[in-house]
């Protein structure tokens, strides 16, 4: 079994070509996501990435902020943050115990950003239309723990009621679908 700290790793390198590849005239896009344009989007990646950092050390978090840090060398930011994520989850007992504040096994926890770093990447890649091809080993540890999470993430609504997908829909399809994600979402037309 990868450790998170790899999964992370495998994740990050999918993810950071599709945030340096988003236009800055791309900022108001719709993403699949229907609460969040590309800019919002971003920022609640930036936002998530830091906390969950933090998580990894077993510190505190604040999920409310909501100041817009996709400013500056935001692309480059994105580099430096995702790779201090990485490196927070390989510290020595990042994915033992519970974490901080959300007082959830450590491992649950970190699964849980890398499906944010990973759905999130296909929601800008959609939103911006770029290529995404997730990390077919993140895809696979992914899908059963998503899947185990998704009653309680409705609770919480952070995953919306799961899409109906055709018995052919590959791994990763089925994991944005238990989402709420629809695997087959396109831009509006401009």
């Known amino acids: 079994m990868k450790t998170i700290s790899e999964l992370l790793e495998g994740a990050a390198a999918r993810a950071v070509p599709v945030v340096r590849g988003v236009e800055d005239d791309q900022l108001a896009l ?4 229907s609460e969040y344009d590309v800019r919002a989007l971003l920022n609640h990646l930036l936002l ?44 020595p007992g990042a994915e033992e115990g519970t974490t901080g504040g959300m007082q959830m096994p450590a491992r649950t926890v970190g699964l849980m950003v890398l499906g944010d770093l ?17 990390d077919p080993v993140v895809v696979a540890e992914l899908e059963p723990g998503l899947a185990a999470m998704a009653p309680q993430a409705r609770e919480m609504k952070v995953f919306g009621e799961p899409f109906p997908v055709a018995p052919g829909a590959t791994a990763f399809e089925r994991v944005l679908a238990v989402t709420g994600r629809d695997p087959g979402w396109r831009p509006p037309r401009r």
Do not use: M, Y
């Not at 719709?30 to 996501?33: D, F, K, Q, S, Y």
């Open 30 to 33: 719709a993403t699949p996501c």
């Open 48 to 91: 998530v990435i830091e906390n969950f950092r933090a998580l990894a050390a077993k510190g505190s978090t604040d999920f409310s902020r909501t100041e817009d840090v996709v400013t500056g060398d935001w692309r480059g930011r994105f580099d430096d943050e995702t790779a201090l994520l990485v490196k927070a989850w390989a510290a």
């Open 118 to 134: 990973t759905v999130h990447a296909w929601d800008l890649a959609r939103a911006t239309g770029q290529d995404f091809v997730p």
